[in-house]
């Protein structure tokens, strides 16, 4: 409970009624239960759901589902994407591209990433067909947390501060084994061969996005994991677009 406690506190800006110690090697740990966390904000989306449904058009409903969820995370991850897509347009050493990421001005071609990314979300959940939608939505945030996972586990800190340093130092295989096994058997028991079948191609997209990591920036950074979450929010709601049309 503390480690999901504290998962929770980092991942979200959701305020709790108590506070729990926090030793250096417990975010590290508490990433076997990040996908818990991503469920959770999956099930906060299916509550707000199930109340805007009767009230408002669904095109008007989804896009407030967007919003409550880069409200509830205090948009982390968004920044993440936004930083990543500033370093690609600079086309410079792996020095120039950590020092844009760790800018905290965006730049244009970081602002047209941003909207590009929350543009291809909004318009892939609005067109999940409607029997599966409370599905998806409880599904969609646990998979790209436990992206966030496969691309901590086994990897190089790319900079020696920052939140990606703190993580990459304290988690492991067995996080990694953990989260896995939650995330299958949530995504097989919520959308059965669809779900497994997306999550399989979601692990890929982030394989490849850990190695280029690695091979560009000589590990990863917290930007770096950031955007590959934002990246598997998208891609999982298009690849079930695609299983479940």
Known sequence: MRLFI?????????????????????????????????????????????????????SVADLLLVAILSVA????HLDGLSDVCDGLAA????????????DSRVGAVGAVGLVLGLMLKYQALLAVPAEYKREALLFFPMAARFAQ???????????????????????GTLQLVLAGICTVAVGGALLHLS???????????????????????GGV??????????????????FLLALLR
């Not at 904000?41 to 009230?55: E, I, N, R």
């Not at 086309?91 to 760790?102: A, D, H, Q, V, W």
């Not at 779900?195 to 920036?217: M, N, Q």
């Open 73 to 76: 995370t205090g948009a982390l």
């Open 149 to 171: 996972v496969q691309m901590t586990v086994g990897s190089q800190r790319a900079r020696k501060d920052g939140l990606g340093h703190a993580f990459v130092g304290g988690a």
């Open 221 to 238: 950074t917290g930007d770096v994991i950031g955007c590959a979450s934002e990246l598997n929010e998208i891609f999982c709601l298009i």
């Open 6 to 58: 504290i998962a929770f506190q980092f991942l979200t800006i959701v305020p709790l009624p108590l506070s729990v110690r926090c030793e250096e090697k417990d975010l590290g740990r508490s990433m076997a239960l990040f996908p818990l966390v991503g469920l959770a904000l999956g099930a906060l989306l299916a509550g707000v759901d199930f109340l805007l449904t009767p009230l408002l058009p669904r």
């Open 91 to 102: 086309r410079g050493s792996r020095e120039r591209f950590l020092e844009i990421m760790k």
């Open 195 to 217: 779900g497994l079948v997306t999550l399989l191609l979601l692990f890929v997209l982030t394989w490849g996005i850990k190695a280029w990591s690695h091979g560009k920036l």
